[in-house]
């Protein structure tokens, strides 16, 4: 089986979430009430780093990355998204 290793810096709170990127690419559309999450390999592997530094224990309550069309990763065509920690858990 082969693995896929991802590095995330620790969270620094003088800066924020820090999720280094590869540059890949990633289209976020609304289906029928459907969030559907499109992407080559590196912009998937981009999403994941978010999320891992979300994840950071370190990371506050309701820390979060705003990601807008036509700013990396998302294509213009995409629907922004936000990725959020959740403010109401441990």
Do not use: Q
């Not at 820090?18 to 540059?23: I, L, N």
């Amino acid at each position: 089986m082969n693995e896929i290793s991802l590095s995330v810096p620790p969270y620094d709170p003088a800066v924020g979430v820090v999720a280094p990127a590869e540059g890949g690419s990633v289209t976020v559309e609304i289906v029928d009430g459907s969030v559907e999450i499109f992407g080559d390999p590196a912009g998937l592997r981009d999403l994941a780093r978010m999320l891992l530094a979300l994840s950071d224990v370190r990371a506050p309550k309701g820390a979060h990355i705003h990601l807008d069309a036509g700013i990396n990763p998302l294509d213009l065509g995409s629907a922004s998204l936000m990725l959020a920690r959740d403010p109401r858990a441990r």
